[in-house]
């Protein structure tokens, strides 16, 4: 699933990183979500490939995109691309086989990569070491810990939560995620499948507008929630610690 808006400087390599895979039985659905740019006539060419789909939508942000390639996908797996970024070639399979060999794991991610003009110039991306000793499911409400291009779960188990809640713009990956953990185990690989491109009108680059979001994932699941105390204390110094760097 690829949600597309004003991408054409990377949209093709985003595309092009899905096509070499080295597990070749998948689909991709791309949602327009109204690129005012060429992203369309980039996009184009490589619709000849009856694997790829594109859909339109007049601009109405990612999650809303996401939930309408949702309801097209037919494969019992799904996994999330936004179009500036791109995945490694085994980034599939391998994760494909984990999944298949740990039937306890609903939701599987892994290590990725960074990158700002030039995608041969990228560095690890490293977690927060804060509350390394917690386990998956609480690091998870205190802070995003899973890469949305690192993510390979299944489609109706992302149905059957619900999908991605519409009202949030940035985080919606996050709260979904919280959400599956509830019903599911989420497992980690240690090992990086896909690189993030970091640019100026990435979504999660606006402070105060991220922050906001932020906050609103902390309402629906910690403060306005029955969660444990240790918890509660360590997600709102994250969140303050994150409100004084507004400053």
């Known amino acids: 699933m690829m949600p597309v808006f004003n991408a054409s400087s990377w949209v093709s390599t985003a595309i092009k990183s899905v096509q070499e895979q080295s597990i070749q039985d998948w689909e991709l659905w791309i949602i327009d979500d109204g690129s005012e740019d060429n992203s369309l006539e980039i996009i184009e060419p490589f619709l000849s490939d009856q694997r790829i789909s594109l859909l339109r939508q007049k601009n109405a ?42 039937k306890e794991c609903g939701l599987v991610h892994t290590d990725y990569r960074i990158f700002y003009e030039d995608p041969k110039v990228s560095k690890p991306f490293k977690q927060p070491r804060w509350f390394s000793r917690w386990s998956e499911e609480e690091r998870l409400l205190v ?34 995620w919280i959400r599956i953990s509830k019903d599911s185990k989420i497992c980690k690989l240690n090992y990086e499948t896909a690189c993030y491109r970091i640019h100026p009108t990435g979504i999660s680059q606006s402070s105060i507008q991220h922050f906001n979001e932020l ?33």
């Open 143 to 176: 802070c995003d810990t899973i890469g949305t291009l690192t993510v390979l779960t299944y489609t109706e188990l992302v149905k059957e939560v619900g999908g991605f809640r519409e009202d949030l713009h940035g985080t919606e990956d996050w709260d979904l």
């Open 61 to 102: 942000g990612p999650a809303i995109a996401r939930n309408i390639g949702l309801e097209k996908a037919t494969g019992e797996y799904l996994a999330f691309l936004d179009s500036d970024d791109y995945w490694m070639p085994d980034k599939l399979v391998q994760q494909l086989n984990f999944i298949d060999s740990h």
């Open 215 to 247: 906050e609103k994932v902390y309402n629906y699941h910690i403060f306005e929630s029955d969660v444990s105390r240790h918890i509660h204390f360590a997600a709102k110094a994250v969140l303050n610690l994150r409100k004084a760097k507004l400053r």
